[in-house]
């Protein structure tokens, strides 16, 4: 297994250009493969999941153009029309592919396959599947019920009203939202149980909207979509940087100063992981707000109790980020992170512990009482990207530290360790 040792660092920075928002990346390139006209994609993100999407599109017939550093795609839309793919569609684990594939594949005619890593056979899918039957989708599971690979006879569906339980994955509904104008009549959807991660239902909803559909959202519990229509490619769309990815950067920032610049997500974001910023000003860093970058500056860290439902992804910066406050840090309201990459909960709560940290691990929050002194350990990373961005903190914190398998972060973020060194000091 490789392994990357981080030296102490005693200060960051610089400035730094994030990648585009994989949230963004995989939205954009499904809806511009299903529309009606050719659209340019710029500052897509270049990562394992993206690739994913990339290759489900091109198996089933789009023609995509990528430029030389893969940041600028031109997809010519199929109108709706994709070709049968022989082989089964290998999605890793990128619940943005997977998911949204799903629903899209199931109204769309043909035959398809969806196949994933061994985790994503672990994360459930049985809401969106009962949506989708209960719509008359035609999906079987391959192995274990509710659960990937799955097999989709896709056919024409004619929408209706229909439930789908919001209290594990957003994904879920976002799949249906994106698959309902492909519908021949019109879609209500009723939410059951509490919608998680809301903020991206709005991400969802806006880059529908750049491709000419609209969507009713009346306060997150119902959503009416009208039928038999084609996307529209905007022509030419922009990849607002990734928010969940500036978390490590402003959360680098904050823990060890110097002035970090961080350029693609601000005012102007879209995307709700931006609420992390807000986040680390209760925490006590100091932040310059700009429409489309943050100037991040250290302050004294208090420890903070917060519900992190909305954010689920940047909250696992705040795990680590706690290791250098002046008290306990408590992050609430997010079971889900144990259907994500890894049992998140569990591996956070893992590792935190080898640091020396003390950690209350509940069903769905974790407290975190820093450790009088930090202790030199290797950080399993379990096949988590964020995981491995995490723990680089502890070297931010002046504390060397071992990442296992640091490759991880190609799912998200290929050169997460080089752009943090581009600014360690
Ligand atoms: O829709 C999206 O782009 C995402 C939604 C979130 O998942 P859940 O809705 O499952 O929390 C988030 O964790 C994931 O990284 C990306
Ligand atoms: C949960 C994540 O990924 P996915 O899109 O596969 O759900 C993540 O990136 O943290």
Not at 3 to 26: A, F
Not at 112 to 141: C, F, K, N, T, W
Not at 366 to 390: G, K, Q, V
Request: charged share 20%; with cysteine.
């Amino acid at each position: 297994m490789e392994q990357l040792t981080l030296k102490p660092i005693s200060k960051v920075s610089g400035s730094v250009t994030l990648p585009g928002s994989k949230s963004l990346s995989n939205r954009i390139l499904l809806l511009a493969a299903l529309a009606e006209g050719t659209t340019e994609v710029h500052n897509l993100l270049d990562s394992d999941d993206i690739r994913h999407m990339l290759g489900a599109l091109e198996q089933m017939g789009v023609d995509v153009t990528l430029n030389q550093d893969k940041t600028v795609a031109t997809v010519k839309g199929c109108a709706g029309k994709l070709q049968t793919p022989q082989q089964p569609l290998f999605l890793g684990n990128a619940g943005t592919a997977y998911r949204p594939l799903t629903a899209v594949l199931a109204a769309t005619q043909g035959v398809y396959e969806l196949i994933g890593e061994p985790r994503m056979e672990e994360r459930p899918i049985g809401h969106l599947v009962d949506a989708m039957q209960a719509l008359g989708a035609d999906i079987q599971y391959l192995k274990n019920p509710d659960y990937p690979p799955l097999r989709i006879n896709g056919k024409s569906l004619s929408g209706g009203e229909v439930e789908i339980d919001g209290s594990i994955s957003s994904q879920f509904l976002t799949a249906l939202l994106m698959a309902s104008p492909l519908f021949a009549g019109d879609t209500c959807i009723r939410i059951k149980g509490e919608l998680v991660s809301k903020p991206y239902i709005d991400i969802t909803v806006g880059v529908m909207a750049h491709f000419g559909v609209n969507v009713i959202n009346d306060n997150y519990q119902t959503f009416s979509v009208k039928g038999g229509q084609t996307y529209q490619s905007p022509k030419r769309i922009m990849v607002e940087g990734d928010a969940s990815s500036a978390s490590y950067f402003i959360a680098a920032a904050a823990i060890a100063g110097g002035e970090v610049e961080i350029n693609g997500v601000g005012k102007q974001s879209v995307q709700g992981d931006i609420d992390f910023a807000k986040v680390m000003e209760q925490v006590g860093a100091k932040i310059d707000w700009h429409d489309e970058k943050l100037v991040v500056r250290k302050g004294a860290l208090r420890g903070v109790d917060i519900d992190a439902n909305a954010i689920p992804d940047a909250a696992m910066t705040l795990a680590t980020v706690a290791l250098f406050a002046d008290g306990p840090t408590a992050i609430r309201n997010i079971y889900n992170w144990r259907v994500k990459e890894t049992d998140r909960l569990a591996a956070m709560a893992t590792e935190l512990r080898k640091i020396g940290a003390e950690v209350v691990e509940g069903h769905d929050f974790i407290e975190i009482t820093p450790p009088s002194t930090i202790h030199l350990t290797d950080i399993d990373t379990y096949n988590d990207h964020r995981i491995a961005m995490c723990f680089s903190m502890v070297a931010v914190g002046g504390h060397e530290v071992i990442i296992n398998d640091p490759g991880c972060t190609a799912k998200t973020f290929p050169t997460y360790f080089d752009v943090l060194a581009s600014i360690s000091v």
